[in-house]
């Protein structure tokens, strides 16, 4: 049950920081106007790399802390539950979309 409840925080986690960013590209253009363009790919760019980074953390990192400490099973046991609650999440949003 342990397993479950750190899946869905981080799984929540992940939603949440997929919620901030997707709401700051969003609403870009309208914070800070006309930009250069060479700059705004640059940090377009460096927000991507941060953010696979984020994710990796908040995804990753306890499994593979516990596979390395020998907790084989149950990091599989975390990483497939924080993936599946994500995967939920994913299916929802599209429900909506299409409804």
């Known amino acids: 049950m342990k397993i479950i409840k750190n899946a869905l925080i981080n799984a929540v986690l992940a939603i949440a920081y997929i919620a901030v960013v997707a709401t700051f590209i969003n609403n870009a253009e309208r914070l800070f106007g006309q930009v250069n363009k060479v700059l705004s790919s640059m940090a377009f760019l460096s927000l991507l790399v941060f ?11 306890r499994p593979a802390i516990w596979y390395l400490d020998n907790q084989k099973k149950e990091a599989v046991k975390l990483l497939g539950y924080t993936l599946g609650f994500i995967f939920i999440a994913l299916v929802i949003f599209l429900l909506i979309l299409i409804f």
């Open 51 to 61: 953010s696979v980074a984020m994710m990796g953390t908040i995804i990753f990192a």
